[in-house]
């Protein structure tokens, strides 16, 4: 037996033969063509360009829908990557001038830029050198020039073990088989972990060199909560391991067995558990895991998932079979959340110095009303077929609020005028994601009827720390204290005003940190719906004064790392099924 450790970058425990890949890639011989192919062979790259481009959007799509949108957004880079013009004003030089074979071009040029990147020795910069060598891969194999990977043609569970994958390669795994991976290169930020993590398949990267030490292992485990390889385990590990995959399995089974049960405390205190979507169908997993309603709908997904522009109608489509899916449960619109990490590649785009304090969200829809109005138009004509709300993202000053209520407003007259059917009372809430808003949130109140707190953003702007950023991630924890007090600031001016008020970022799909949120007075929480289940079962283990007793508790503490070591205390004595052996 070895045991080898790595970078835990996507949980779970996998068991089962190792697929070595090829560690040495492929080499591409150089190759000049005659003259009188140059232009042949220039018109080759550009539709194996094409088609790359068309299946880096698909990836994009097919990735956003299934893992979201951070690790759709891997694509979207790569796409971008693939338009450079310099890019290609190099390979049309060395096709056009020095009459090199399109795949020799572009195995030299783009392996140049990869080891460019790679010499900064900046970890961000490695990663997006793996981008970068994942493109010429892709246009190497539409080329001809390298022959697809055996992972294609599998017909038995495997443990994929290589010096690399590469996002699209992770991406494109056969689920069916592919059990887990790990490599010898890789960081916990780069786009290949997003990936794994978004398609739930546990990864172990950056062990280091060790695929010549596995040559025919029957058997490997991948830990991919603890970091670990281990290479044909001893009887004993190996029992141990089959023993936590099985937790595993049946807890997901019994937790299923409970999704259609209200989430409400030991003491009778009924929570709404609402589910956040990015596209419509997504609602038939919400309604199988038992989600109350919908709590944050990501409408700015319609934009980044098309190149074109949606229509006002493209909108009430979307929106309407959202609405009709859920069957009369609340339907929570939030209008366009576009900028900063969510830009499309469309005429909006704009390069800014610092995207997360610049023209994003509702600052960007009322800067722009040829946007933003179909988009009122299209909720407000949606709302009359169900109970519809609509929020408000990154609201920073009363100013913008009514702005954007006034415009709602003016829309309306418009529908109404025109005969179009319509909500006139369309309940309009606003995300409190910003302290600015948190600090003045009882001026707010008077202007709206909900609140909902986005702790993402509201992390990333009391920290300073960019969400998107990996290098600050040890820094980026919404269970800081000083995020706390912010939360529970907003709780008690909700409270105060009496406006309802849920919390719908990452922080509620945690289970310990939804308790904590329920100890400070929350009552509504929206999460992910691979997060319902978890959610669901700690809320029903717990009754309310136990969760006030933690939040008391929480107060004392000094840092996001002892709230949590707390926090995952408590729930271990509170819902010990859902902490993992
Ligand atoms: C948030 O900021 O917490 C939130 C829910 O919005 P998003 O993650 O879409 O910015
Ligand atoms: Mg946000």
Known sequence: MLELQGIPVSPGVAIASALVLDPDGYRIPRCIVPASDVEGEFARLQDAVDEVAQKLEQSRLETTATAGSKTGDIFAAQLQMLHDPRLHSELQKRIREDHQSAAFAVSSVLHNYATALQRLENPFLADRAQDVLDIERQLLMQLGAVTRQPLMELNESVIVLSRMLTPTETAGLNREFVKGFCTEVGGPGGHTAIVAKGLEIPAVVGIGEFLPVIAGADCVIVDGDRGRLIIDPTDEVLDSYRQRAEYRRTLALRLAEQSQLPAETTDNVR????????????????????ADGIGLYRTEFLYLSSEEEPTEEDHYE??????????????VIRTLDLGADKMGHGKRAQAENNPFLGLRSIRLSLRNLDLFRPQLRAVLRAAALGDVRVMFPLVTTIGE????????????????????????????????????????LERFAAEVDFFSIGTNDLAQYTLAVDRSNESVADLYQSSDPAVLRLIQAS??????????????????SNPARALLLLGMGVRNLSVPPSALPRVKKAIRSVSIKQCEEIAERICKLESARD?????????ADLAPELVMQ
């Open 401 to 440: 609020l009514r702005q954007a209520r006034m415009l709602l407003n003016v829309v309306a007259e418009d529908l109404k005028e025109s005969g179009v059917p319509y909500r006139s009372d369309l309940p309009v809430g606003m995300m409190v994601e910003v302290p600015a808003a948190v600090i003045t």
């Open 271 to 290: 929570i709404s558990l609402n589910a956040n979507i990015e596209f419509p169908h997504e609602t038939g997993s919400c309604l199988q895991r038992g």
């Open 563 to 571: 709230v949590d070591l707390y926090l995952m205390d408590r729930l």
């Open 318 to 331: 979307a929106y309407a079979e959202v609405i009709s899916q859920m069957g009369g449960r609340p339907v």
């Open 491 to 508: 709780i008690d001016v909700a409270e105060l005003t009496q406006t309802p008020l849920s919390v719908c970022g990452e922080m509620s």
